[in-house]
């Protein structure tokens, strides 16, 4: 079996290629054009002709398939349509951080499985189900291409697109070393952030592993009974296993836990809400992130101004800890928090061809 690039770390690569008579440098300087090139090197400088075509015949690599890539007029964000080695598409999407002159920059965030089994009742995602695990090359190549396709450099990686990634743990995993090595995209480890909807014995294990990532819950819903309501994952991972395994997080590695909070108007707004998550937090470092939902069944809407404001306020007044608003971008290419669901945006005609990298 081939060894496939984009799948391995450097130094895991370097324990497969050694019986090449690969060096660690050889493998990181292969590691390296790789991803910065997306094919692999004809000849690289310092390493032998006859070396070089020695791994080249050993190793392959793999590319996903650009089905389709819509921009939004509104905010530039942009949504692409992928497909790897199943038959099922996925998404991924551009973020851009434009407001510095000087430092434009990009955030990519991906996709770590085909659909979900978590079923959020807010989530797109989540009404597919579950299809497939992405491999750990199905999630690095998601960022290759898309830098490869942008006029600016990738600076952040968010895993909060399809799936839950800490149901894929090891390849999420694998995936955010590979991103963040020098000799990978050097993208910097505090700049990778790991989402989950509250998979305990995965936040457990990233807290036995100090990995240097961040890491984001989605809450919503301070109170079991309310939060059960919209997210089925409370009957499997109660919140109370949930904040002592953020309380342990904390403790272990000192960082501040991100808590996300998808507005829904009429439900998790009020002041009542706001004691509840105060209750709740009391004395563990956090910062709140308010992030309207994007539901386009219409079963859900986001809150109205006057109804934010006050909810902000009330957070502010009770936390004490620092609450921002997250804005949502690409909502008219279905782009935005809760709406990837693998499929044509319906704005634009698909790729005449698809992409092979």
């Not at 690039?5 to 690969?22: S, V």
């Not at 499997?236 to 960082?255: C, F, I, K, N, S």
Request: aromatic share 6%.
């Amino acid at each position: 079996m081939k060894i496939l690039f984009k799948n391995h770390t450097a130094d895991e690569l370097h324990g497969r290629l050694a019986g090449l008579g690969a060096s660690l440098r050889v493998a990181r300087q292969f590691q390296a054009a790789v991803l910065r090139r997306d094919a692999m090197p004809a000849a690289l400088s310092n390493v032998s002709d006859r070396l070089g075509a020695r791994i080249r015949e050993a190793a392959d690599v793999p590319h996903l398939r650009r089905l389709e890539k819509a921009v939004s007029p509104q905010d530039g964000f942009a949504k692409y349509l992928f497909l790897g080695d199943g038959p099922d598409p996925f998404e991924a999407v551009r973020i851009p951080l434009m407001h510095r002159p000087g430092d434009r920059k990009y955030v990519v965030c991906v996709s770590s499985q085909v659909g979900c089994a978590l079923g959020c009742r807010f989530c797109t995602t989540g009404r597919m189900g579950y299809r497939r695990d992405l491999a750990t090359w199905e999630i690095v190549d998601q960022v290759v291409k898309i830098q490869a396709d942008s006029p600016h450099p990738v600076r952040g990686v968010v895993f909060m697109g399809m799936g839950e990634p800490l149901l894929n743990y090891d390849a999420v995993m694998r995936a955010a070393r590979i991103l963040s090595e020098p000799c990978g995209l050097a993208i910097a480890a505090k700049a990778i952030t790991i989402a989950t909807a509250g998979i305990v014995p995965g936040i457990r294990r990233l807290t036995a592993e100090r990995l240097p990532y961040r890491l984001m819950v989605s809450l919503t819903a301070a109170e079991p009974a309310r939060r059960r309501e919209l997210m089925p994952v409370e009957d499997a991972y109660p919140t109370a296993d949930l904040m002592g395994a953020l309380r342990e997080y904390h403790a272990v590695t000192g960082r501040r836990v991100i808590l996300a909070w998808t507005l829904i108007a009429g439900f998790n707004t009020r002041d009542a809400d706001a004691r509840a998550l105060a209750d709740l937090t009391r004395g563990l470092p956090v910062k709140i992130d308010l992030v309207d939902v994007n539901d386009p069944s219409g079963q859900f809407l986001p809150p109205a101004p006057a109804e934010l404001d006050a909810f902000r306020d009330a957070l502010r007044a009770r936390l004490g800890m620092p609450v921002a608003r997250r804005y949502s971008g690409g909502r008219d290419i279905a782009a935005a928090c809760g709406m990837l669901a693998g499929r044509y945006c319906g704005t634009c005609a698909p790729l005449e061809d698809a992409v092979h990298g």
